[in-house]
């Protein structure tokens, strides 16, 4: 708690038989016509307030918010926990683990690194679908898991007795951010403070950008990068502008036969088009009560698709009813209210508070839809998905080219364009939602009643967000009729949409290749990024569980559900999809007989205790972690090598070299991919020399505690186009981790690795140069430590999206952009120019320049100069930059 209470709000609040500490907003002038989430903002500086990371002068600027200003007052928000998944939680403990031998090394206690915030962590990221379409697939996949991650296992039970406040949920268990809002959640956050027993609005950071998921329950909270999340645990506030917010007006109800997948994806292209980057975003009016809490949660998650910080939803009864039937305490729920109506929380339709911009969609005109075959913001109508993938196809393949494939069953079939390889059920965003999974299962129902299956050549996966699912699956017996078409389980985690989709069969991925063949996938996921899902697999639509079930019928993306038929009954009759589409009615019947709050109760009893996998790991301990130099895992981190305890004044950058020259829409897994790679790639060649053969890789996901895996991973997605290399393609660019290497001959093609190691043996800094939306989608704080460690100085951008570029100042990469309206294009800049950069060093006097001067001098002597704009946007950032990184800022400070 702050020390300091200028507004006099410390207060008491009686729930039943406990008495609370609370800090009333309502002392605030100008508290009332606040959005909520801006009111939850409030609590908190009122809570920290302590006369220097926060002052009164930050919470009289929130009181008198200005919704139609620009942001520019910072301020320090105090997330009252975070949560982690494994692929970026690993990196984390790592670092945690790294940072408490360094503060030795400065003077310190090991017990200095220790989480002051509760942290908990989900293993949900490592299970891969390698196995199908059996009963036993979950089973034989956990093996798996467990015989490749035990090693990082093992460091996260470390972890989990060394680390006070750090919890770790086992694997199987559900994905991170579905247990987050079916267990983890607390809604209204209480904590004893010196002998008094305090409720405050529980807020939430993650190092996962789905972490806004949340948000559907009136929890505040967003992705941040790893290393701001390690910061957040050590007790450091995150630096943050006053944002503006847009309030979403939900308006009518959503007609029968579209789903809450086609609502997000609706609402995805619009706030992507309107332009959230920075801002969050808020629902109200009268609809949001007809919005039930699956739903809520399914928008909030796809946050950081369209771009927002955040997503709310406020507190109402739907929220009560959700934790009541997801089996939270009775006094916690009274407590969410008496503690949400005190403070002005508790949402009222009646009441329009102020926002900075305003949207509206009436539900009633949503339609069905999916999205791709790129890009979550593409959203395609089902009608005419047809001709819409007819067009984009032209920018994928040249002329058909079918191929005749014959299966381990002995079935033989021909898969051309467009033929769907992969159907998954999976992620957080549907399968935390039962009206769409419930669907999926009625649709598969009547599919299989009428003798319909999955074509032969379609993977069939099923990857539940949590052990519920299944509970009201098999209650329903509507497994049984998703395994008739080939749904079985494959596990419980993030699975195809991080990239864990596993292989093709080897016949199919065989034709695929050898034809260069443009196929699809169909997953009921939040990500569709090129090269994320399938290496094999080109075109990749988001679409609702029931879609999904659709598609593995028709086997193809050159289908029109309108007038093609799925197949043909046992009487030879036509069956079209709209002949088996379910009746809501009847899923909510299904939902209402099929859900209790005892699954939850049971299901989330023993959510941190594990299995016999899990609890028959060999456990290290210790306060510090004893290293494997052996291990190609877990390495000690290299952030902290040779770190003295004053910060080394910042430099301005001269003689710089561009890394990779790169266009608009550049993803974090563009720059630090998490699934599977090669042998001949530098990441494959480093682990052939330490002994590891290919089929046990495993993912970049997966090895993202060892650095040397990651540096070699970096700017190495297959799909990644360098323009550096565009004249040997006519001007699209060589796919994949290539660059040209000026310290050679004549710049030859090279793997970036490979260069990034020349360019370092040789002094000379990197830079890359970018285009819009830079670092947009997952919020991989790989995607910026690998930039840095690669020895890149500066990336220029014309736009970042808002994580990655606070990741890259945690890191000391200094984020610019071209000055308004330009770009490397219209600069004629075309990445073989030297770079000066001049003006940095006024950040040495506390001073940060809104521009820098930028030259670039050509192989003739000619120039280019720019101002490029500072995107250090806080003095916050400012104090990481100058400190080279955000950790070294905190352990500088600890010590």
């Known amino acids: 708690m702050g020390a300091v209470n200028s507004f006099e709000a410390k207060s008491t609040l009686a729930v039943g038989e406990k008495e609370y500490g609370i800090y009333r907003i309502d002392r605030v002038p100008g508290h009332e016509r606040l959005p909520y989430s801006l009111k939850v903002l409030l609590e908190n500086l009122l809570r920290t307030e302590d006369g220097a990371n926060v002052t009164r002068a930050h919470i009289e600027a929130l009181g008198n918010w200005d919704p139609s200003a620009q942001p520019d007052t910072e301020i320090q928000f105090s997330p009252a926990r975070v949560i982690m998944q494994d692929f970026t939680g690993v990196p984390c403990v790592v670092d945690l683990a790294t940072m408490r031998e360094a503060v030795v090394e400065l003077g310190g206690t090991p017990d200095k690194i220790n989480p002051l915030a509760p942290a908990e962590m989900v293993i949900d990221h490592?299970?891969?679908?390698?196995?199908?379409?059996?009963p036993d697939a979950a089973a034989r996949n956990v093996e798996i898991e467990y015989q490749r991650n035990g090693e990082r296992y093992q460091f996260l039970r470390w972890g989990q007795g060394a680390f006070d406040e750090f919890k770790v949920v086992p694997p199987g268990t559900g994905i991170v951010h579905q247990v987050n809002i079916e267990y983890l959640a607390r809604v209204t956050f209480t904590r004893e403070i010196d002998g008094q027993l305090f409720a405050y609005p529980d807020t939430c950071v993650g190092t996962d950008s789905h972490t806004t998921m949340e948000n559907g329950l009136g929890v505040l909270g967003w992705g941040v990068g790893g290393i701001e999340a390690e910061a957040a645990m050590l007790g450091q506030p995150i630096s943050m502008l006053i944002p503006r917010v847009v309030g979403f007006k939900l308006s009518g109800e959503i007609p029968a036969g579209v789903t809450a997948t086609d609502v997000v994806l609706t609402i995805t292209q619009m706030l992507r088009?309107?332009?959230?980057?920075?801002?969050?975003?808020?629902?109200y009016g009268e609809g949001v009560g007809s919005v039930p809490l699956a739903n809520r949660a399914t928008i909030g998650n796809m946050s950081p698709e369209f771009g927002s910080t955040a997503a709310m939803f406020p507190v109402d009864d739907v929220t009560l009813d959700y934790m009541r039937l997801t089996g939270r305490p009775e006094e916690q729920i009274e407590l969410v209210k008496a503690y949400t109506q005190a403070q002005g929380m508790w949402h009222d339709p009646s009441r329009e508070p102020e926002f900075s911009e305003y949207l509206e969609l009436d539900l009633g005109t949503v339609v069905s839809s999916i999205a791709?075959?790129?890009?979550?913001?593409?959203?395609?109508?089902?009608?005419?998905s047809k001709s819409q993938f007819e067009t984009d196809l032209k920018n994928y393949a040249q002329a058909a080219n079918p191929a005749k494939v014959k299966d381990e069953q002995g079935r033989?079939?021909?898969?051309?364009?467009?033929?769907?390889?992969?159907?998954?059920?999976?992620s957080c965003t549907n399968t935390s939602n039962p009206s769409v999974m419930l669907a999926a299962g009625v649709l598969a129902r009547n599919a299989a009643a009428r003798g319909l299956r999955a074509k032969p050549w379609v993977k069939t996966t099923l990857a539940p967000g949590s052990k519920v699912v299944t509970d009201y699956y098999e209650k329903s017996g509507l497994n049984r009729d998703l395994e008739k078409l080939g749904f079985y389980t494959v596990g419980y985690g993030c699975v195809t949409c991080i990239g864990n989709s596993g292989p093709l069969n080897q016949e199919i991925s065989d034709a695929v290749n050898e034809h260069d063949l443009a196929v699809t996938a169909v997953l009921s996921g939040n990500r569709n990024f090129e090269g994320r899902i399938n290496p094999d697999i080109k075109m990749n639509y988001l679409a609702s569980p029931p879609l999904v079930i659709a598609y593995s019928l028709a086997g193809t993306m050159d289908f029109d559900f309108d007038t093609d038929a799925l197949g043909q009954d046992e009487a030879g009759n036509d069956v079209y999809l709209r002949d088996i589409w379910p009746d809501p009615v009847e899923v909510q019947k299904i939902a209402d007989a099929s859900i209790d709050s005892d699954m939850f109760t049971q299901k989330y009893a023993t959510v941190f205790d594990g299995d016999e996998h899990w609890t028959s790991l060999p456990t290290?301990?210790?306060?510090?972690?004893?290293?494997?130099?052996?291990?190609?895992?877990?390495?000690k981190a290299p952030y902290f090598d040779g770190m003295q305890l004053e910060p080394t004044p910042v430099t301005d950058i001269s003689g710089a070299r561009v890394l990779a020259k790169l266009g608009d829409s550049v993803t974090t897994d563009h720059i630090s991919p998490a699934g599977s790679f090669r042998a001949e790639t530098p990441a494959g060649q480093y682990l052939v020399a330490n002994g590891i053969s290919p089929r046990d890789f495993n993912t970049y996901g997966s090895r993202r505690g060892n650095h040397e895996v990651m540096i070699r991973g970096t700017f190495a997605n297959i799909r990644l186009r360098n323009q550096l290399l565009a004249d040997e393609n006519g001007g699209a660019g060589v796919e994949g981790g290539f660059t040209r290497d000026f310290t050679q001959e004549g710049a030859p093609k090279s793997y970036i690795y490979d260069a990034s190691q020349n360019y370092q043996a040789a002094g000379i800094p990197l830079v890359v140069l970018g285009g819009k939306e830079y670092g947009s989608g997952s919020s991989r704080d790989w995607a910026a430590k690998g930039t840095s460690l690669l020895g890149v100085k500066a990336v220029?951008?014309?736009?970042?999206?808002?994580?990655?570029?606070?990741?890259?100042?945690?890191?000391?990469?200094?984020?610019?952009?071209?000055?308004?309206g330009e770009n490397a294009e219209s600069l004629g800049l075309d990445g073989t120019e030297t770079f000066d950069i001049a003006g940095i060093t006024a950040l040495n006097d506390g001073v940060t320049p809104r521009t820098v001067s930028v030259t670039a001098t050509r192989g003739d002597g000619s120039t280019v100069e720019f101002d490029a704009v500072v995107r250090i946007d806080t003095p916050g950032e400012a104090d990481y930059y100058r400190n080279g990184g955000i950790l070294q800022y905190v352990l500088r400070s600890l010590v």
């Open 126 to 134: 490592s299970v891969i679908s390698d196995v199908y379409g059996s």
């Open 273 to 283: 088009k309107h332009g959230v980057v920075g801002k969050f975003v808020e629902f």
């Open 372 to 384: 791709g075959p790129k890009r979550p913001q593409d959203r395609i109508e089902l009608s005419r």
């Open 412 to 426: 033989e079939f021909e898969i051309d364009h467009g033929a769907v390889t992969l159907a998954s059920i999976t």
């Open 620 to 635: 290290p301990d210790g306060d510090t972690f004893a290293w494997d130099e052996q291990s190609t895992y877990v390495r």
């Open 796 to 820: 220029i951008t014309e736009s970042f999206e808002r994580i990655h570029r606070s990741n890259l100042i945690g890191m000391g990469v200094l984020p610019l952009q071209f000055p308004e």
